[in-house]
């Protein structure tokens, strides 16, 4: 009866809206590698690049759609590519026929990110944080693990830590151009670099060469800072039974935030001061460092999970410190988890540890995914 009184044009319009929709998401994206050349302009908070994308996908699908941040698209090129749509934060790319399910994008981009890719004008520093989409167009889901190669322009004053094994510099007109290369698949989220004037330290634990970086800390008192390290890597190897098989590690004191990358990991600026102050402060670097097998290593299909990364991560910094300082100190952080947890509870907010959505998490849904997790992996241990 509703339908009748709606113009056959109009339903004409509506029914193609929704085939043209469903195409681009009946199929799944599976990237294959990024290949991304940027260049960071600290002081004007700027970036451009181009990224070449390999990919399969359906070859009935009709189009692509990539995450794209805040990002201007200057321009698609690839065999099949017949144009694309930018808004939202959401790039769709059209396709024409093909005969093959693999494909190739070449997507140059330029914009002034304020997440993602943090800047920091009057340090001179620039380093990203979570949101990969913001300074690099991708399949921004955690289930879609991809090569990584990285061309970055840095000026040859500054240190660029990156994810991924160094394989070449260039210097040219007061540049350098460094390459990195991740020689297995990661989820996009893991992707990141850091540039700054660091001082820096460096030790070896076997074949690894541990780096560690901060504008404020000495080499002497990163060293310190950093000592757990070598341990924590063989407690985590032996726990895993999985090596660390990067040839390097670096911890980054910069900013305020912590994230895991593949390789490298950076930490907020303080904390530095905190272990300093007391060697046993280590949750954070081993949290961090534990997420290089739970969570980079063996990721979550989709932030529906996310718990499988924060919770483990965090209940393997509480085992750590069993290890290495006593059962006391670990029933302490495991009493400590309980607590935030029970304060979650008292108001009402408990929730099963797979969401139905992670769209808009809460400060209570973060605390459940992580604090809520690690409770129940004791659990799971103690039985
Ligand atoms: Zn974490």
């Given amino acids: 009866m509703f339908v009748r009184k709606i113009a056959p044009a109009f339903l004409v319009m509506f029914l193609l809206t929704i ?23 600290i002081d004007q908070r700027r970036i451009s690049g181009t990224v070449i994308i390999k990919f399969q996908i359906d070859k009935n699908a009709d189009s692509v759609v990539l995450k794209s941040g805040n990002l201007t698209i ?26 093959k399910k693999e494909n190739e994008l070449t997507i140059d981009y330029h914009g002034n990110p304020t997440r993602g890719l943090l800047f920091d004008v009057d340090r001179g520093q620039a380093f990203t944080v979570y949101s990969t989409s913001q300074w690099m167009v991708c399949h921004d889901s955690p289930g879609d693990k991809a090569l990584f190669h990285l061309n970055i322009s840095v ?3 500054k240190n ?30 893991t992707y990141g670099f850091a540039i700054g004037n660091f001082h820096q330290a460096e030790e070896k634990r076997g074949d690894v060469v541990l780096k560690y970086y901060s504008q404020d800390y000495s080499s002497d008192q990163l060293t310190t800072i950093f000592q757990e390290t070598p341990m924590m890597i063989s407690f985590f190897e032996e726990k895993s039974g999985i090596k660390y098989d990067q040839s390097s590690y670096s911890q980054i004191l910069i900013g305020d935030y912590y994230q895991e990358m593949s390789g490298y990991s950076t930490l907020k600026d303080t904390y530095g001061e905190l272990v300093l102050q ?13 997420h290089q097998w739970w969570g980079n290593r063996i990721t979550c299909k989709s932030w529906n999970h996310f718990w499988l990364n924060e919770a483990i991560a965090t209940f393997m910094s509480a085992a750590y410190n069993e290890y290495r300082f006593g059962k006391e100190v670990y029933l302490a952080n495991i009493n400590s988890y309980y607590q935030v947890y029970e304060a979650v509870k008292n108001r009402d907010k408990d929730k099963p540890l797979v969401f139905a959505s992670w769209s808009n998490p809460s400060r209570d849904d973060r605390n459940l995914v992580y604090f809520k997790g690690a409770y129940v992996l004791h659990l799971l241990r103690e039985k």
């Avoid at 660029?160 to 989220?189: D, F, H, M, W």
């Avoid at 007391?278 to 534990?290: G, K, Q, R, Y």
């Fill in 19 to 41: 085939s043209i929709q469903s195409n681009a998401n009946d199929f799944e994206l599976d990237v294959i590698s990024y290949h991304l050349t940027i260049e960071p302009v």
């Fill in 74 to 99: 200057d321009k698609v090129t690839g065999e099949h590519v017949i144009g694309f749509e930018n808004s939202d934060g959401n790039l769709v790319i059209k396709l024409s026929a093909r005969e």
């Fill in 155 to 157: 000026p040859v004053d």
């Fill in 160 to 189: 660029c830590i990156a994810s991924g094994e160094l394989v070449s510099e260039v210097r040219k007109n007061g540049k350098v151009q460094y390459s990195y290369q991740q020689n297995y698949e990661s989820p996009t989220y």
């Fill in 278 to 290: 007391d060697s046993t402060e280590t949750n954070l670097i081993s949290h961090e460092l534990a």
